[in-house]
């Protein structure tokens, strides 16, 4: 059986007393391999929002929603990023489709893709981490 790839973003990850995060709320393609990175940033975001949100006795779901503010603009550009890749290849020769994956199996041994990766898929700035949650 083949594994689906697809990616899917949930209209609103917040209900009152209830955060969804990482593939829960924002599962990605297998494009880039950024699944992980991506859960665990929204869930370094969640720790934040809903470590103010207990001290306030306030777990609405408009409290809870500043995690998907937060998070909606890369989550929607990664995805963005994944789709135009994957029409790029579906819709490429024969001769590409079969090559690509070769290179890219190449490159990832190289210094080359974790370069691009990171100028195309990691955060510009550092994650604001609130100074509670370093050790
Ligand atoms: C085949 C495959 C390969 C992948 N390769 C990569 C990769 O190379 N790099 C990368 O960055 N990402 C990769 N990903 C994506 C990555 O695994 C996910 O994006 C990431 O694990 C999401 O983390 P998460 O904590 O949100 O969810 P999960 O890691 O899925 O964690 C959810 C947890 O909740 C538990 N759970 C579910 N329902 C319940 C319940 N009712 N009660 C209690 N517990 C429950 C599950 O058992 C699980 O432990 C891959 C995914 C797959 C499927």
Known sequence: MLLQAKDFYVRE?????????GDAAHCASP??????SLSVTT?????????????????SAGRLAAVQKCR??????IHSMQDRA?????????FIRTWAPMF???AAKTKLIRFVQRR???LPEP???????MF
């Open 13 to 21: 990850w917040a209900k009152n007393g209830c955060l969804l995060v």
């Open 31 to 36: 494009a880039g391999a950024v699944g992980v």
């Open 43 to 59: 869930a370094v975001v969640a720790a934040d929002v809903i470590y103010d949100a207990l001290r306030d006795r306030d777990c």
């Open 72 to 77: 909606d603009r890369e989550i929607r550009s």
């Open 86 to 94: 994957a029409k790029l290849m579906f819709s490429s020769s024969p």
């Open 104 to 106: 890219i199996s190449f």
């Open 120 to 122: 195309l898929l990691v």
């Open 127 to 133: 994650l604001a981490i609130h100074e509670r949650f």
